[in-house]
């Protein structure tokens, strides 16, 4: 194991582990001497990919986009076959809105895992910000062929039929829906009646 995750390791279960609470330190607190623990190891070593990737962890968990995708530039800079990197960047762009960005990491991605139906999902998900509705639904379509009873794409999908005044695609994607998830189901059928009213 590499150094930098036997300490990240060693921290939680010590913290997890603590029979007594600690009466001196916030929750706050300890998140931050991890950061500087693993921000210290990217400075020690700029070229650690791992470091870099956990870095972009601790961004993502404490909902700090930017410099998640910042850490994870460094990850791929360092180490450009990481593919799962370009997942979590694309991710991490279209949570900031950079949603071209996004498409561009994704799809780069798409040669690593191919046939990953929720990286297919999310592709879509970049492309319908950017109002491209044929490419939004083809990839909907693939992330649903990968995975038939996949209910977000599906919900997706549904949701866009119904923008596009298409109801009965959306109720097909219900009745799909309803074979095998029903709340993403009933969720779809409330959008499907709202639409109506």
């Known amino acids: ?6 300490l990240i390791m060693s921290i939680v279960m010590l913290l997890s582990c603590s029979k007594e609470p600690e009466k001196t330190q916030e929750p706050a607190s ?3 001497s991890l950061f500087e623990e693993v921000k210290e190891q990217t400075v020690k070593n700029p070229k650690d990919a791992e470091a870099w990737f956990h870095l972009a962890a601790l961004y993502e968990n404490a909902q700090m986009h930017r410099e998640e995708a910042v850490a994870l530039q460094k990850v791929i800079e360092i180490d450009p076959g990481k ?10 762009y279209n949570r900031i809105g950079q949603y071209q960005d996004a498409i561009t990491s994704f799809r780069t991605a798409l040669k ?3 046939r990953d139906p929720v990286l297919h999902n999310n592709l879509a998900v970049s492309y319908g ?8 639904i083809a ?6 062929a990968l995975r038939p009873h996949y209910a977000t794409a599906r919900h997706n999908l549904g949701i866009i039929m119904l923008k596009m005044g298409k ?21 779809l059928k409330k959008e499907i009646d709202a639409k109506e009213k």
């Open 1 to 6: 194991m590499k150094p930098l995750l036997v």
């Open 30 to 32: 300890a998140e931050k």
């Open 83 to 92: 593919g799962y990197a370009y997942v979590k960047l694309g991710n991490a």
């Open 112 to 114: 690593y895992f191919p």
């Open 129 to 136: 910000k950017l109002g491209n509705t044929d490419k939004e």
């Open 139 to 144: 990839y909907l379509e693939k992330a649903i």
């Open 167 to 187: 109801r009965g695609e959306a109720m097909k994607q219900y009745q799909e829906l309803s074979k095998f998830d029903t709340v993403v189901a009933s969720s």
